[in-house]
């Protein structure tokens, strides 16, 4: 990561990092928002504003595994890291547990929260495969749904929970 | 009797027909949109409740470098710059006042949004403050400063005028709403029992995630709008109004929106983009943040009075409602918000005589308009809390109380309107099991019941739906309704699956776009299942007519001894695939049939409306709750809901909306509520205005419907949406009361306020509280 002064005041630094599994370089401000670089710069558009202020996690993202309000994240913090966002969570074709439990047990409505309301469970089950509904509430506050009234989202992540290699037969 | 039809896709828990790409982040908003030469817009807004505008000087914002054009009201002429929902008093750009703070006074289009922003901060404007009101005691006070000196009060929306009374003009009252039957001050009179009181509802705001936004393209002299807007028919028609285009010169386009609830109707933010682009040519996109989303539109704040006489037997025998209802600085919707909440204000009861007087006021606030429930919310919380409190005070049963005075099906909630349309016995009866009414709740716990109904489907609501069959056999649907979340392209699809013989995954339905989808008049009111539900069936059936009669000229027989399944066409001489019938009978696959459906609810001179309702929305909800005598802190420990959704098409979807709307009740009911203070909100933000999350969901929520086949929808469907949401307070309310003997007229009821109002009643007499066992009625 080299910071760079071009003429002028600007500053620009140099990123690499692995995006949905793939190496990315990019060139970015210091104070430039992972949430626009991720939506203006890639073009991933399935990260989504709207709080601006960390509290509603629909702007959620996975930095090593960790959820993250990419709205509030510095975009050159991710360097060297491992960035997941929602369209990197089907692989070859195929989606993920959580995605199709969402599908099956009307987990969103309006859907502007599901990316990272998905991708924060992601992170959840990654790190306890078979959570209680405390568990789930607890880990799963900083992901507000005007929709859905919440209930339909815990039956998603316990039946996806349930369809992981990992879980317990 | 008739047999009972056997369905193949109606009422089946489908998967969502967007929700692959919904789980994936390829559902497209609005604000994912990206259009060659597009330009951003940012919103300069007032910092001031109220002031005149002195002068506005732009020339520094002028010269940002990226900077295209600062809107001010220098630069509105050519275009009618006034608009509104109802009343045409709301300016693209503040011209002489500024009404609120918030209120937009000018726009900047720049090449990007850093340079929008800066440019936005050099904006020099001089004001000179004027005197406030900001609640509603304020406005109406006498000698009150005027929020509008004058306005163009008068308007039509939805075939009903409205206006305000000569009475009131020079007063901050914009509208009136009066209703009476009976002679109600002779029935007070003879009443044994006559009791009063008043209930506040706090402002509260919509909190879509998604914030409004929309993009406007003037391309010459036709306008194309991409907007999170649930109300594209509406927005075409005012936008037309502005520029002073014809209706086919404007373009609104719908991508998927991220919530609405009633936020996203009307005209929001839209003018302020497409005069941008007038003057720019270029496609220019507005994406709100989520702070001036608390800025734009919100609930009414409401103060209802409630007087009731009652019999010596518990009959209510007369009832007079005294409404105000805070519409803010702009009246948006809030006329006919006020007259549903007066409409609506009476409750599901028998009340031989009876009076309302709803008015409808501004105020230096953000504007209030349309809100899940429409003004039903607010009354709904206030005359379920007085029915409990009438019970209590007499030392009856609630529950008993309501099943003596409920209407009953088949009887009029006013004359000339539709019957009530289901039995609200059954419905509370559940909910009274589900919470073992009869059995006496632990210390600091209390249960509540509420029934409210609503009429639904909007009143005098016109939809149109195109259906087309392609040669394959498949078919798209053309709806008007907005996809806002509640699953209605499913459902309407389900409709045209079930209709047509064809599997969910042969339907499909077409981006919204005002330039080839059929009119409809809006995605409000619970309305998509019916209005819509109709028009859609409809469509279908014309489609199912024609394909018969190709049908049975190909197959050379008559079209009654056919029949439509599984794709094909059922004959004498067995099964024929839908394609073949069309290629047959086009002679290529060059082959569509495309069919019609139109709903259009009828007019009334007798319906106090002026349209008899579509269906009435009908809601029982059943609370437990806790409460904390330390702290005041309110647990909602079981909720039990039950809706009439008369044949419920999709349940999954059904109970997403029930549930979704009890949570959204448990917000205005225990936490939300937009802070005041000298004309300033402030908490207009997700962090200091706290909306449910995970933690606030009750440990046992549970809702289940009544399926009676009793709506006038696709076979025999209500509406839903609304109805989930309406009892959420009352049955809270009523339930802290049981737990406490303590009754709290303001929402939201927070630790604060039950603490305070416990240390109160320890204070008081103890004859106040609330009694040990009930009395029976006679």
Known sequence: ?????????????????????????????????????????????????????????????????????????????????????????????????????????????????????????????????????????????????????????LESIHAAAKKLPTAKA | ?????????????????????????????????????????????????????????????????????????????????????????????????????????????????????????LIDVEYEELPAVTDIEQAIAPGAPLVHETVAATGELRASSYDIPQKFKGTNICYHFGYSRGNVEAAFE??????????????????????????????????????????????????????????????????????????????????????????????????????????????????????????????????????????????????????????????????????????????????????????????AWAYESHTDAIAQRLGIDPLDFRLKNFLKKGELYTAGDTPIDCDLKEGLLKVAKALDWKAPAKPNRGKGLSCCIKDAGGTYKVAGATVKMSADGSAVLLTGTVEIGQGALTALSQVVAEELGLSLNRVSVAQLDTDVTPYDISTSASSSMTVMGLAVQRAAQDVKRQLLRAAANVLKTSPKKLTLGGGKVRGPRGAV????????????????????GLYQDRKSKKAVLGSPTTFWEVGWGGAEVAVDPETGVVEVLKYFSVSDAGKVINPTQCIGQDEGGILFGLGHTLYEQMVYEDGQVLNPNLVDYRVPTFRHLPKDLESVFLENGNGPGPFGAKGLGEGGLLPVAAAIGNAVARATGVRIYQLPLTPGDVWRALSESKKAPAGQKSPAGWRSLP
Not at chain 1, 43 to 60: E, F, I, N, P
Not at chain 1, 65 to 86: K, M
Not at chain 2, 28 to 34: F, K
């Open chain 2, 1 to 121: 009797m008739k047999a009972k039809r056997a369905f193949t896709v109606a009422g089946a828990a489908a998967p969502r027909l967007e929700g692959l790409e919904k789980v994936t982040g390829e559902a497209i908003y609005t604000g994912d949109l990206d259009l060659p030469g597009m330009c951003f817009a940012k919103v300069l807004r007032s910092p001031l409740p109220h002031a005149r505008i002195v002068n506005i000087d732009a020339r520094r914002a002028e010269r940002v470098p990226g900077c295209l054009l600062v809107l001010t009201r220098n630069e509105l002429a050519g275009i009618q710059y006034v608009f509104g929902a109802i009343y045409k008093d709301q300016t693209v750009v503040a011209v002489d006042k500024v009404r609120y703070v918030g209120d937009p006074v000018a726009a900047v289009a720049a090449e990007d949004e850093e340079a929008a922003e800066e440019a936005l901060g």
């Open chain 1, 1 to 153: 990561m080299a910071l760079q002064t071009e003429a002028g005041e600007r500053q620009f630094v140099e990123i690499e990092f692995t995006l949905n599994g793939r190496t990315q370089r990019a060139t970015v401000e210091p104070r430039e928002l992972l949430l626009d670089v991720l939506r203006n710069r890639f073009r991933l558009k399935g990260t989504k504003r709207s709080c601006d202020m960390q509290v509603c996690g629909a702007c959620t993202v996975l930095v090593d595994g960790q959820p993250v309000s990419s709205c509030t994240y510095l975009a050159f913090e991710v360097n060297g890291r491992n960035v997941l966002t929602i369209e990197g969570m089907a692989r070859n074709g195929k989606l993920h547990p959580l995605q199709e439990a969402f599908i099956e047990h009307g987990g969103f409505q309006c859907g502007f929260c599901t990316p990272g309301m998905i991708l924060a469970a992601k992170a959840l089950l990654d790190a306890n495969p078979d959570p209680s509904d405390e568990e789930i509430v607890h880990f799963m506050e900083g992901n507000i749904c005007r929709c859905t009234g919440y209930k339909p989202i």
């Open chain 2, 190 to 379: 003879k009443s044994a029992h006559v009791f009063e009181d008043t209930f506040y509802f706090q402002k509260v705001q919509h909190c879509s995630l998604e914030p409004h936004v929309n993009i406007a393209h003037f391309a010459g002299d036709k306008l194309t709008v991409w907007s999170a807007s649930q109300d594209p028919f509406t927005l075409r028609e005012n936008l037309a109004g502005i520029f002073g285009l014809p209706l086919s010169r404007v373009r609104v386009i719908v991508p998927y929106v991220g919530g609405g609830y009633g936020g996203k109707l009307y005209v929001k933010a839209e003018p302020i983009s497409a005069a941008l682009s007038w003057k720019l040519q270029r496609p220019v996109k507005l994406a709100l943040s989520m702070g001036e989303s608390f800025k734009t539109v919100t609930r009414h704040p409401a103060r209802v009075r409630i007087k009731s006489g009652v019999a010596r037997d518990g009959r209510l025998i007369a009832r007079d409602c005294e409404i105000y209802m805070d519409t803010g600085a702009y009246a948006d919707a809030g006329p006919r918000v006020t007259q549903k909440a007066g409409y609506r204000a009476l409750g599901p009861y028998r009340i031989p005589h009876a009076r309302v007087n709803a008015y409808c006021v501004y105020t230096n606030t953000v504007p209030a308009g349309a809100f899940r429930g429409f003004g039903g919310v607010q009354v």
């Open chain 2, 577 to 596: 695939p839908y394609a073949s019938i069309l290629t047959g009978y086009f002679g290529s696959r060059a082959a569509e049939i495309i069919g019609h």
